[in-house]
């Protein structure tokens, strides 16, 4: 597809089960990012890639977060054991190069996701 | 480290009207901004950046923004409002590989 591709779009989970979020960058963008969006915080930084390779996850919350990154393209966020106060919107977001320098990222619509 | 402050949370407006959303930075050096928009269940879109070319950088929808050194801030801003700019605005800076967002600034445009 053209744009940043996330999956699920909306997820509602029990509190203790764990979830896996998907995102598909931008065909040929190097660069991946995870933030999350919670209501009223703006967008808290959780994790970067270049390529395969993750530089700077000093954003993840807790040990239950983690990430990878296959063949340089798609991107998993797994959350272990999830808790009430990981509900947030998760966003997606990739572009060539270090995103930083130019400051252009695309993101996706994000996965909505609710921990009852 | 760098970071950025969004001084309003909401902003009200009505269209025709001018705009102003307001922001401040701390950087130890020359810092790269950036705003972006949220549009309501869209994804978000760079809006303009200042990367130290110009001072008064324009962005798309006829938004520019002014760096301002001597009062550390990055205030975004529009002559005269239209309904389809209301959204959530972000004021972002870049750290070490990646970007800080601010909180965000809620845009209403009332007719």
């Known amino acids: 597809g053209a744009g940043v591709s996330q999956s699920p779009s909306n997820k509602v989970t029990e509190k203790g089960k764990d979830v896996e979020l998907r995102c598909d960058p931008i065909s040929g963008h190097t660069a991946l990012y995870w933030y999350r969006q919670s209501l009223g915080q703006g967008l808290e930084f959780l994790i970067y890639?270049?390529?395969?390779?993750?530089?700077?996850k000093s954003g993840l919350p807790s040990d239950r977060f983690s990430a990878e990154r296959t063949g340089g393209s798609v991107s998993t966020l797994t959350i272990q054991r999830t808790q009430q106060e990981d509900s947030a919107v998760y966003l997606c977001?990739?572009?060539?190069?270090?995103?930083?320098?130019?400051?252009?990222?695309?993101f996706g619509e994000g996965s909505r996701l609710t921990v009852l | 480290a760098q970071s950025v402050t969004q001084l309003d949370s909401h902003v009200s407006v009505s269209e025709g009207t001018p705009v102003l959303l307001r922001c401040n930075y701390s950087?130890?050096?020359?810092?790269?901004l950036f705003w972006y928009v949220q549009h309501p269940n869209k994804g978000l879109q760079l809006l303009l950046k200042?990367?130290?070319?110009?001072?008064l950088v324009k962005g798309i929808n006829g938004f520019e923004a002014e760096f301002k050194k001597s009062e550390t801030s990055f205030h975004l801003t529009k002559p005269s409002a239209h309904m389809s700019d209301a959204a959530e605005y972000f004021c972002?800076?870049?750290?070490?590989?990646?970007?800080?967002f601010g909180t965000g600034t809620r845009l209403q445009v009332f007719p």
């Open positions: 200042y990367t130290s070319a110009a001072t």
């Open positions: 972002v800076v870049s750290s070490n590989d990646k970007l800080i």
């Open positions: 977001a990739s572009t060539l190069g270090r995103g930083a320098d130019t400051g252009e990222l695309f």
């Open positions: 890639f270049q390529g395969n390779s993750a530089p700077d």
């Open positions: 950087s130890s050096y020359s810092p790269s």
